[in-house]
């Protein structure tokens, strides 16, 4: 029988094999409501130094992981975001970051080290005197395994995680009760969950950062190939072969306002050595899940709800929302130099506005494999909170066909097709919820109900 097609019916499989594993979390904490001021002012509020925590900029903090930190790490990893309203009641950008710090340095300039983007969001319209004041954002980012227990890696640098929100607060002063004359814009937070037991050190990990946050558009020089055209290459080269590999893609579409980059969707293409590996249209299958942390009546949202095919029409983000990060698998790749290229064909930077921040990097094995990317596994979706109390959104860019939940003992306890599932009735503990699309692929996640 053809692999390809048996493909989905392992998948499905794995959805209930993967409910009956024995789980167990640690929670490691970063950065606790943190409090970010005016991007614009160059001048730094407040630089001090708090339970290691660094203020490199107003929009930027920085603390670098113990030794303890990093040896509790296990197989699963995720990241989990929260910014809290303060005086910035627009959408911005925000990213999470890991920096790799010289040995034993005590603080560090952003452009002298190398960096990779960990995951992006996009912060709501809040009113900091309206609840919810704060949004979750969930990334799964098991791939840092490699990077985190690898003892070359360990033994040339410290990893430090930067958390990094640039807000605004000019509209806010004068639109938000108790916010006139205030510079503060946002509230973070960061914490990773990871199951235990930890593992062991590893010595075969590559990781090679390419582009974090590169302006990506048409009509700067060296922000594409060719002006007039969306066309980034770039060429790197691998000093060994590599067993296995893949790319983390991030991109996010921001301004030209009516009819550009922000609102409208575009095709994207990804090439590695020439072949085409990825496409993809950026754009959430709908905005209504966010809509809740949307707390100040402005922005996209408007007054009453929209059909999934309203916002497919014209909407690239949804703020609130995380981006999607986009895992490439490319399996053995040798030694010697190679090429990505990303394109988008149809993109129309109106006026000379807009820009598609990409980041980029390649993490590989010299003998082994990372962590499972199947061709049949959708992976252009997050699911959060996670623990999770009572409701459960799916962040999606792909229409969903079914939602199952399965408990311990592989008993299916929910089924449904809707981007929110209200689960606080179940009791508390570990589930799998198993994600079909209408493309065809699927997704299994495992969360812990508290």
């Not at 949307?294 to 929302?321: E, K, L, V």
């Not at 992976?379 to 799916?394: A, D, K, M, Y």
Request: charge should be neutral; include cysteine; glycine fraction near 8%.
């Amino acid at each position: 029988m053809n692999k390809k097609r048996i493909l989905p019916y392992i998948l499905l499989g794995v959805c209930l094999i993967f409910s009956t594993g024995i789980f167990s979390q640690k929670t490691i904490p970063v950065f606790d409501n943190v409090l970010y001021y005016d991007g614009y002012k160059t001048a730094v509020y407040d630089s001090a130094v708090t339970d290691g925590v660094l203020r490199l900029r107003n929009d930027l903090y920085s603390k670098k992981l113990s030794t303890d930190q990093l040896a509790d790490f296990g197989n699963e990893i995720t990241m989990t975001v929260t910014i809290k309203a303060a005086c910035d009641n627009y959408d911005r950008i925000g990213n999470v970051n890991l920096a790799l710090v010289p040995k034993g340095a005590t603080s560090y300039k952003t452009d002298n080290v190398k960096r990779i983007e960990l995951g992006r969001y996009i912060t709501p319209f809040m009113d900091k005197n309206k609840q919810p004041d704060n949004v979750p954002y969930t990334y799964n980012v098991d791939y840092l395994k490699h990077i985190f227990k690898d003892k070359n890696l360990l033994s040339q640098y410290d990893f430090w995680i930067e958390l990094e929100l640039f807000g605004v607060p000019y509209a806010a002063n004068t639109q938000i009760s108790g916010c006139n004359g205030r510079n503060d814009v946002f509230y973070g937070s960061l914490n990773f969950v990871t199951s235990t037991p930890s593992i062991s050190e590893e010595d075969n990990t590559v990781l090679i950062p390419l582009y974090i946050k590169h302006d990506f558009n048409n009509y700067t020089i060296g922000a594409t190939d060719e002006i007039g055209k969306t066309v980034k290459s770039t060429d790197f080269w691998v000093t060994s072969d590599l067993s296995d590999a893949q790319l983390v893609l991030i991109t996010s579409n921001h301004g030209s306002n009516a009819n550009g980059e922000e609102y409208s969707r575009r095709t994207h293409y990804a090439y590695f050595d020439g072949t085409n590996v990825l496409t993809y249209i950026p754009g959430l299958s709908s905005c209504e899940p966010f809509r809740k942390y949307n707390t100040q009546a402005n922005g996209i949202y408007g007054s009453y709800a929209r059909n999934d095919a309203t916002w497919q029409s014209f909407s690239n983000w949804c703020p609130g929302a995380a981006i999607i990060n986009r895992v490439i698998p490319l399996g053995h790749i040798s030694t010697g130099n190679h090429t990505f290229r990303i394109e988008v064909p149809d993109a129309k930077f109106l006026t000379g506005q807009g820009n598609i921040p990409l980041s980029l990097y390649l993490i590989g094995k010299t003998q082994g494999t990372l962590s499972a990317v199947n061709e049949n596994t959708y992976q252009g979706i997050s699911v959060f909170p996670n623990p999770v109390q009572s409701v459960l959104t799916f962040n999606t860019e792909e229409p969903l066909k079914v939602v199952k939940i399965y408990n311990i003992t592989g008993q299916k306890v929910f089924q449904g097709n809707t981007a929110s599932v209200d689960i606080k009735y179940l009791p508390l503990g570990v589930y799998s919820v198993c994600v079909e699309f209408d493309n065809g692929k699927m997704s299994v996640y495992k969360i812990i109900k508290k």
